[in-house]
């Protein structure tokens, strides 16, 4: 018997993995999660049938999402992560000892739940010290700071679902109320390739341009996700992401990466023309 | 309980029966179940167009039901505690007008608060019948319109024995109630009807933990828009009759200006949306209201805003409050309504019911969910972040009483001549003024043109308001009535 996990990038493309078992099932509140282990990827997890974080290749997401930050402003002490219910972007978190608090709000206890029992690769660090889990809305929860974080990080679905609100101009307003003066805001920006992920990526990166003066892209190669090409946004109060970066700082720390390097960092900020236009449209 | 069996759909049930009968069709619609019109088939679907069908044996008539649109009508009079219930599909406006048509002919009188929506006044000028206007109550701080008084509606019967009937609107746009049985009780101790304009409260009707509805308080006809909070497709609409009221005369009413042609998309939307009501109500408004009440802390926690509730309840001008609605007032971080309006859509994708001059209404329904309740309580809060000013300089009421001249349909047929508006001071309005929504007159035919309205209009304007009404579609120019007739006579 063969059994394959497909998902629709477009209407016309599907991205097949095949599966040996079906570790586990579950409708929660907000979405349907499955978790299924094959050869090729390891154990992976979906939500509503969209791949989320894969064992083999979930270093190239959690690196960039949270190396990047931290290489720009190494004072990082308060990081507030929005989903990332996985465990993922916390445990890169918590490497760094400068760190003395992680806010994890998650709204889906299930997800945290699952990822603890079948991801422990991800989820192994979810019960660190510095780390307090939230069960709720990010925006409700962002929306009651002030002043508060150095970091936040929006670790979310994609903007179809539960996280759709984490792609709002109410959000993004809320978030850069949330930072301190040196404040950074990262968030995981969609594909620029199929049409649906660009249409968001559009959007999304109009909205935060609209409160942070400073606003770039960077780019990850992630076989798992539509098209492989994924994007994150950069978006600062003070500090650019190229000409701030304290190279000599972080390297010193010696966190051992399998993706990230500094020279990757700053090369990640150089964009093909086509998303250039995207976003200058 | 019932006593009827409400999970039965007549209407809804007879469409499937007929279209199972694959009956080849020679009658209108002409698009023959959508296959003439490809494009508008892609676009609503062919289960729509399949049922878009005209009146036959089979499927009963609207006009004169003798069998599903009879049973269902009965099934619909059991759920809302009524004698009968007719369907509706000309909207909750002609629903108004069959009340006020049935209540009072020519030259009688009906009292009514002025507040009501254009269109209780607009069946005055179809009838002829002579408004007696009772001042709403007002709150100063809100700036809104209250419910009617006890004592005012009194002394209104005591001053008008005549007066046929006492319409009440119940709930208002913002959730007010009056005190609706004392109302009623009174106006059938004058020998009055009592009516009341429901658009705003189906739910009443399925929920315990609501104000009273009007057929609990015993009043003689309620119109009850089920496409607002019941669910039901736009345009559709319940009247409900009790007591002594003749259902085939009111019937006769009805059909004076409704279609011939009534739509089975609507009334099957009215049949299957009543059975969901009836079975599911309790539970389903029971979400709606806590949904509304953790909105209003919420919002109120921002500052600034005052989310109101059940705190302005006095027993007289506000009887009840309808804790579903999630009105808010504005203006204390210098901002009106139709501002906070236009920001919520043009900056955060959100769109509310209406803003007024120092209001906005967001309509909570059975279709909402907690995720979208906190994009708007987070967008109100960036709102006032970034855009709170001084209010100094601010209109400050939405309602002004009104110096009636004359009856609506005599100023609204009189001779008239045009004149721009900001000349038009001292003059006898002839036609309507209003900001749509929440579609209540500023101005109704027979009215003066006072220096305080004409100031309320151009304050609407430059903030935005939707104005409507005037035979001039840019309301640069008003009708008033002539002081000569057609000869050039004084009058």
Not at chain 1, 205 to 229: C, D, E, M, V, W
């Amino acid at each position: 018997m063969e059994l394959w996990y497909t998902e629709e990038h477009s209407p016309d493309v599907r991205f097949s993995i095949r599966v040996d078992e079906h570790l586990y099932s579950a409708k929660s509140n907000f979405q349907r999660i499955d978790i299924m282990r094959s050869d090729e990827f390891g154990v992976f997890m979906t939500l509503d049938s969209l791949m989320m974080i894969t064992e083999k290749d979930e270093f190239i997401y959690h690196d960039m999402i949270v190396h990047v930050p931290m290489a720009v402003n190494p004072d990082v002490k308060k990081v507030l992560v929005i989903g990332g219910g996985d465990g993922g972007t916390v445990r890169e978190l918590t490497r760094y000892e400068s760190v003395l608090e992680i806010d994890l709000v998650e709204i889906d206890d299930m997800v945290v739940s699952a990822c603890l029992k079948y991801l422990p690769q991800t989820a192994g660090k979810l019960h660190d010290k510095r780390v307090n889990i939230f069960y709720e809305d990010g925006l409700k929860f962002v929306r009651k700071k002030e002043r508060y974080y150095d970091l936040i990080i929006v670790d979310s679905t994609d903007p179809f679902g539960p996280g759709e609100g984490l792609f709002t101009k109410e959000f993004y307003g809320n978030c850069y109320k949330a930072l301190n003066d040196n404040g950074i805001l990262v968030n995981q920006h969609e594909s620029p390739y199929y049409k649906v992920y660009a249409e968001s990526l559009k959007r999304a990166n109009k909205r935060i341009r609209q409160f942070f003066p400073i606003t770039k892209l960077y780019q990850a190669h992630i076989p798992t996700y539509p098209s492989g090409h994924w994007l994150f946004g950069f978006a600062s109060k003070k500090l650019d992401p190229v000409a701030d970066i304290k190279e000599d700082y972080w390297n010193s720390l010696g966190i051992k990466t399998k993706y990230y390097n500094t020279e990757l960092h700053k090369g990640s900020f150089a964009l093909p023309n086509y998303v250039k236009e995207l976003t200058e449209e | 309980m019932y006593k009827f069996d409400q999970s039965k759909t007549p209407i809804y049930e007879a469409l499937e029966r007929y279209k199972a009968m694959r009956v080849v069709p020679f009658d209108v619609p002409g698009h023959k179940r959508g296959r003439g019109n490809s494009e508008l088939t892609e676009f609503l679907g062919e289960r729509c167009m399949s049922v878009d069908v005209n009146s036959m044996k089979p499927l009963d008539n609207l006009c004169h039901p003798v069998s599903v649109i009879k049973e269902a009508e009965e099934l619909a009079a059991d759920a809302f505690g009524a004698k009968h219930v007719f369907f509706m599909i000309n909207g909750t406006t002609s629903a108004v007008q069959s009340m006020v048509l049935t209540a009072c002919k020519r030259g009688e009188k009906i009292i009514m608060p002025r507040n009501v929506h254009r269109s209780a006044i607009n069946a005055l000028v179809i009838s002829g019948a002579q408004p007696v206007y009772v001042n709403p109550g007002t709150n100063d701080e809100l700036g809104i319109a209250l419910g009617m008084s006890i004592k005012d509606v009194e002394k209104a019967i005591l001053l008008n024995p005549d007066a046929k009937a006492v319409l009440v609107n119940n709930p208002t746009y913002y959730g007010i109630c009056s005190p609706l049985k004392d109302i009623v009780e009174l106006a059938h101790k004058h020998g009055m009807l009592a009516l009341v304009d429901e658009a705003h409260g189906t739910h009443f009707y399925f929920n315990d933990n609501l104000p009273a509805s009007a057929m609990s308080a015993g009043a003689d006809m309620a119109a009850v828009s089920m496409h607002k909070t019941g669910g039901s497709l736009t345009q559709s609409s319940f009247l409900l009759i009790n007591n002594d009221i003749s259902q085939g005369y009111v019937r006769q009413i009805i059909n004076l200006t409704q279609t011939t042609s009534g739509s089975y998309l609507l009334m099957s939307s009215l049949d299957i949306s009543r059975k969901n009501l009836a079975l599911n109500g309790q539970s389903i408004f029971d979400k709606v209201s806590q949904l509304a009440a953790y909105a209003r802390d919420e919002i109120n926690k921002i500052g600034g805003f005052y989310a109101y509730g059940r705190e302005l309840i006095n027993n007289d001008t506000v009887f009840d409050f309808d804790v579903t609605k999630l009105s808010v007032h504005t203006r204390s971080i210098g901002l009106a309504g139709i501002e906070v309006y236009d920001i919520l859509r043009d900056d955060y994708d959100i769109q509310i019911e209406f803003g007024d001059i120092g209001n906005i209404l967001a309509i909570i329904s059975v279709g909402d969910k907690a995720l979208a309740i906190e994009r708007l309580i987070s967008s109100m809060s960036e709102i006032k972040r970034l855009y709170s000013r001084d209010k100094a300089g601010m209109f400050d009421h939405e309602y002004i009483n009104p110096l009636v001249a004359m009856t609506p349909q005599e100023a609204f047929y009189a001779p008239k001549i045009s004149v721009p508006i900001e000349k038009s001071f001292g003059k006898i309005c002839s036609e309507f003024v209003m900001c749509y929504p929440p579609g209540i007159p500023i101005l109704a035919p027979g009215e003066y043109i006072t220096k305080d309205i004409l100031n309320y209009v151009a304050y609407a304007k430059e903030k935005g308001c939707f104005l409507t009404g005037t035979e001039d579609i840019y309301i640069e120019r008003i009708n008033v009535v002539s002081e000569y007739d057609s000869a050039g006579k004084s009058l």
